[in-house]
């Protein structure tokens, strides 16, 4: 069974500029997470999804990041524009029924 | 006041002795309970999870939970060079994972 895959594995951009993280989940699995870990931090909730609805996007930051999960499947995290104290690793997680998380590999952003 | 709190490491443990680590949390409502591993530049792997007071043994793996005293332990028996890597202790709220800083292990040879 694949894991859950995450696209870029890393990402360099400009402050200003715009970049989208994906995640596509294990297959069946209705529950999707994003996480962020800054520099010397703990990693972090962002928000939750149920198949394609957001269930608690209480750790979003600000309005600068959307996220969408069209259809239920794969999911997208946009940055617009991105800061530098966006840099970070941005994990996924997915989960079927229940509280169980399985881990991606990340995506780390470098704001410059 | 921070919500998961894990011993600091490093813990440097030789090689077939038992690691022992520690977490602590902050909100009673907590509601289940999870240790990953975190390899060097690798994602978070699921290892143990506990929801209940009292231990659950998973091979060389044993969780213990008090939910009284808010605490929950992972032991690591017959340790091996394979285990080093940095433990992450997870505590569920309604679906979020608030994690601890991570205690890195290392197994001397």
């Known amino acids: 069974e694949a894991g859950v895959t995450q696209f870029p594995s890393h990402s360099v951009i400009e402050k200003g500029q715009t970049v989208t993280l994906r995640c596509d989940p294990i297959?069946?699995?209705?529950?999707l997470y994003w996480y962020r870990r800054v520099m010397g931090k703990e990693i972090k909730f962002l928000l939750h999804?149920?198949?394609?609805?957001?269930?608690?996007e209480s750790g979003m930051p600000n309005n600068r990041f959307l996220a969408e999960r069209t259809g239920g499947t794969y999911s997208t995290l946009k940055v617009q524009p991105a800061e530098l104290e966006d840099s970070g690793v941005y994990f996924c997680?997915?989960?079927?029924?229940?509280?169980?998380?399985?881990f991606g590999p990340g995506t780390r952003l470098t704001v410059l | 006041q921070k919500e998961v709190e894990q011993n600091s490491g490093p813990l440097s443990v030789p090689e077939g002795a038992i690691a022992s680590l520690n977490c602590t949390y902050s909100d009673r409502g907590s509601q289940s309970f999870f240790w990953y591993r975190q390899y060097s530049g690798k994602s978070p792997e699921l290892i143990m999870s506990?929801?209940?007071?009292g231990d659950k043994e998973d091979g060389r793996f044993t969780a213990q939970l008090n939910k009284a005293s808010q605490y929950v332990s992972l032991l690591i028996r017959d340790s091996q060079p394979s285990d080093s890597a940095t433990y992450l202790c997870?505590?569920?709220?309604?679906?979020?994972?608030?994690f601890g800083a991570g205690t890195t292990v290392t197994v001397r040879a």
């Open positions: 997680a997915t989960g079927p029924q229940g509280d169980t998380q399985y």
């Open positions: 297959s069946g699995h209705d529950n």
């Open positions: 997870a505590v569920n709220y309604d679906y979020k994972l608030s």
């Open positions: 999804f149920v198949k394609e609805s957001k269930q608690d």
């Open positions: 506990i929801y209940s007071n």
